[in-house]
């Protein structure tokens, strides 16, 4: 019920304190997260579209909406970054909402061409298993969808490359789910033989997992 509402209200928010924006896209986060089970009726499907929308592409206000017509249009126009932010918790945490919002092919490209660059980083690992990312990613793990399955086994694989990561994200990956997905994917006579390679060296890894 809160989603709508806060919906509306991100256009509030190039006129708050930008260390508000980092509360407020998580609590997004989580919400979002929390309704990966239920049951999504067309209202809400419409208004996580433009949630996501609204994420992607950043909010730009030309004036405060609560001043009047004529000091609006003197005012200088502000702005809100969140997917395209220099912070990279903002910048990470609206990638995921992108992620689990947009249908656009397009802006699923982008988001997970941030988080592949993201996941170079020492801090973007730590931010992958901070939230709990896997789920995340395997809604994407899809044959229906190409190009956006090799881009998602790209993020997958990122975190292998560093000792110190891939412990806890193997860990993360050792449940019924992520090993259902693989399943699917490995049973499709679709499968091209990069994918494939990709899909083996991650679970070659978790079969070593202790």
Same mark, same amino acid.
């Given at each position: 019920?809160?989603?709508? +509402? +806060?919906?509306?209200?991100?256009?509030?928010?190039?006129?708050?304190?930008?260390? !508000?924006?980092?509360?407020? +896209?998580?609590?997004?986060?989580?919400?979002?997260?929390?309704?990966?089970?239920?049951?999504?009726?067309?209202?809400?499907?419409?208004?996580?579209?433009?949630?996501? $929308?609204?994420?992607?592409?950043? +909010?730009?206000?030309?004036?405060?909406?609560?001043?009047?017509?004529?000091?609006?249009? $003197?005012?200088? *126009?502000?702005?809100?970054?969140?997917?395209? *932010?220099?912070?990279? =918790? !903002?910048?990470?945490?609206?990638?995921?909402?992108?992620?689990?919002?947009?249908?656009? &092919?397009?802006?699923?490209?982008?988001?997970?061409?941030? !988080?592949?660059?993201?996941?170079?980083?020492?801090?973007?690992?730590?931010?992958?298993?901070?939230?709990?990312?896997? =789920? &995340?990613?395997?809604?994407?793990?899809? &044959? *229906?969808?190409?190009?956006?399955?090799?881009?998602?086994?790209?993020?997958?694989?990122?975190?292998?490359? $560093?000792?110190?990561?891939?412990?806890?994200? !193997? $860990?993360?990956?050792?449940?019924?789910?992520?090993?259902?997905?693989? *399943?699917?994917?490995?049973?499709?006579?679709?499968?091209?033989?990069?994918?494939l390679e990709k899909l083996c060296v991650i679970l070659q890894k978790l079969s070593r997992i202790k």
């Amino acid at each position: 019920q809160l989603l709508p +509402i +806060i919906t509306e209200q991100l256009q509030w928010m190039p006129f708050m304190n930008p260390k !508000l924006h980092m509360p407020v +896209i998580k609590f997004i986060y989580w919400s979002v997260r929390q309704l990966d089970s239920g049951i999504q009726h067309a209202t809400m499907t419409s208004t996580m579209r433009r949630l996501g $929308e609204n994420i992607f592409k950043g +909010i730009v206000s030309k004036g405060n909406p609560q001043s009047s017509s004529k000091q609006s249009t $003197e005012s200088k *126009s502000k702005s809100a970054a969140f997917f395209k *932010s220099s912070c990279m =918790p !903002l910048r990470f945490l609206s990638t995921l909402i992108v992620l689990k919002t947009v249908t656009q &092919v397009d802006y699923l490209a982008q988001a997970f061409d941030s !988080l592949r660059i993201d996941l170079k980083t020492d801090e973007g690992k730590a931010l992958f298993l901070e939230y709990q990312c896997v =789920p &995340v990613i395997l809604s994407h793990l899809k &044959v *229906s969808s190409r190009g956006l399955l090799s881009s998602a086994l790209d993020g997958l694989l990122q975190m292998t490359m $560093e000792p110190g990561s891939l412990q806890p994200f !193997l $860990e993360a990956c050792s449940n019924e789910s992520f090993f259902h997905t693989c *399943s699917v994917l490995l049973r499709s006579s679709k499968l091209d033989i990069q994918i494939l390679e990709k899909l083996c060296v991650i679970l070659q890894k978790l079969s070593r997992i202790k």
